[in-house]
């Protein structure tokens, strides 16, 4: 699969290229779900020395200079994916008890809403859909418990 350019994708971005964020970029370019800042501590593990602030400070740069986007879910944990041509908008699925979120397929919808906006009355700066719900595993572990 085709992949972003983290010197390229940095540079477009006006920032400067440093260990930290070259380390969370990568993790994100890499990932093939949404992380949060935690997994993504995990991620980078040992390859780079860096701490939760400092993964929160990249985040936000990156967000600020979208490339990234965020996805807020209902316990107020954040997580983060590429907001590249990659990976354009889509809809999220959230498990409320496991709280792991899955990446939906684009339906294309979020373009028809926006067509209801007339240029110029608003720039839209981030879509947020989130289904939430059991996941699979969670879905059997809670038949289980009930029975
Ligand atoms: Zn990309
Ligand atoms: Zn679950
Ligand atoms: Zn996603």
């Known amino acids: 699969m085709e992949h972003c350019d983290i010197r390229t994708t940095l540079e477009n971005?006006?920032?400067?290229?440093?260990?930290?964020?070259?380390?969370?970029?990568?993790?994100?370019i890499r990932a093939d779900l949404p992380l949060c800042a935690r997994d993504i501590l995990v991620r980078?593990?040992?390859?780079?020395r860096i701490n939760k602030v400092t993964v929160y400070r990249v985040l936000d740069s990156f967000r600020t200079a979208g490339i990234v986007r965020e996805i807020p879910t209902e316990h107020g944990e954040t997580f983060y994916e590429m907001a590249c041509r990659h990976n354009p908008t889509h809809p999220h699925f959230y498990?409320?008890?496991c709280r792991s979120l899955a990446c939906?397929?684009?339906?294309?919808i979020e373009q028809k809403w926006l067509q209801g906006i007339r240029p110029g009355d608003a720039a839209i700066e981030s879509v947020v859909i989130?289904?939430?719900g059991l996941?699979?595993?969670c879905q059997k572990r809670n038949r289980t418990v009930s029975v």
């Open 13 to 28: 971005a006006g920032l400067s290229k440093t260990v930290q964020r070259e380390a969370v970029l990568s993790t994100l």
């Open 44 to 48: 980078i593990g040992r390859e780079c």
């Open 95 to 97: 498990c409320r008890i």
């Open 104 to 108: 939906l397929p684009s339906a294309g």
């Open 130 to 132: 989130n289904f939430t």
């Open 135 to 137: 996941c699979k595993s």
